[in-house]
């Protein structure tokens, strides 16, 4: 199947700081990728739809100012954490789906640890 | 997009076939049934997908009754590295930009 990476694995950063998380369609071109965001024990939820050339969507009760997402290419999107704040700390994972197929693949996920 | 519901958790032992069985009464007519599988600290990992009867893989079977108000997915002969969570998802009508929701997930355990 289709590969998306993310990167960084994991993060360690200071309240008041900002993060980035990139996520990579490796072998194919994904115009929509998704991030998601999902705290221990629980199901992922999803927090916005990264559009390439556009303006991502929210769902929600996701703050766009405070998550900044960034779709510039068929191939990647970013998440901006910015001034984290230690109930942040997640995991986040994206994913992306080539055009046209109905599988979705995710990539290995973040880890946010925001102290 | 169709809601669904599956049990929370599961036991089996190695070496048996596993079934676990997922609820979308509200099934659209495009909707695809897709099933993955969750690790620890990882991202979800395609198992299978299907639209109707039934889907074969080399890891899984995908049962889907003419309703298409349930499906079942079936392990055959688990070891203990299937031990994880399982989510059974509805939805992605071919072409939509519509993201995923997941539901609780089944947490199956499996052991020796």
């Known amino acids: 199947g289709a590969v998306v990476s993310q990167h960084p694995s994991w993060v360690i950063c200071k309240s008041g700081t900002s993060v980035k998380i990139e996520c990579r369609s490796l072998?194919?071109?994904?115009?929509?990728m998704f991030w998601y965001r999902q705290f221990p024990k629980q199901s992922l939820m999803l927090m916005a739809t990264s559009n390439e050339g556009s303006k991502a969507t929210y769902e929600q009760g996701v703050e766009k100012d405070k998550f900044l997402i960034n779709h510039a290419s068929l191939t990647l999107s970013t998440l901006t954490v910015t001034s984290a704040h230690p109930e942040d700390s997640s995991f986040y994972i994206c994913?992306?789906?080539?055009?046209?197929?109905?599988?979705?693949?995710f990539g290995q996920g973040t880890r946010l640890t925001v102290v | 997009l169709a809601k669904t519901t599956q049990p929370i958790s599961m036991d089996s032992y190695e070496g048996q076939e596993v079934n676990i069985t997922c609820s979308h009464n509200?099934?659209?007519?495009?909707?695809?049934i897709t099933w993955y599988q969750q690790f620890p600290s990882q991202g979800p990992r395609f198992i299978i997908q299907g639209y109707k009867t039934k889907v074969t893989n080399e890891v899984a079977s995908l049962f889907i009754p003419a309703d298409r108000k349930s499906s079942t997915l079936s392990l055959p002969r688990v070891s203990l590295s299937d031990t994880a969570v399982y989510y059974c998802?509805?939805?992605?009508?071919?072409?939509?930009?519509?993201?995923?929701?997941f539901g609780k997930g089944t947490h199956l355990i499996i052991q020796p």
């Open positions: 509200n099934i659209a007519t495009n909707d695809y």
């Open positions: 998802l509805v939805g992605y009508s071919g072409g939509g930009a519509d993201g995923l929701t």
């Open positions: 072998d194919f071109q994904a115009t929509t």
């Open positions: 994913s992306a789906r080539d055009f046209g197929g109905t599988e979705a693949f």
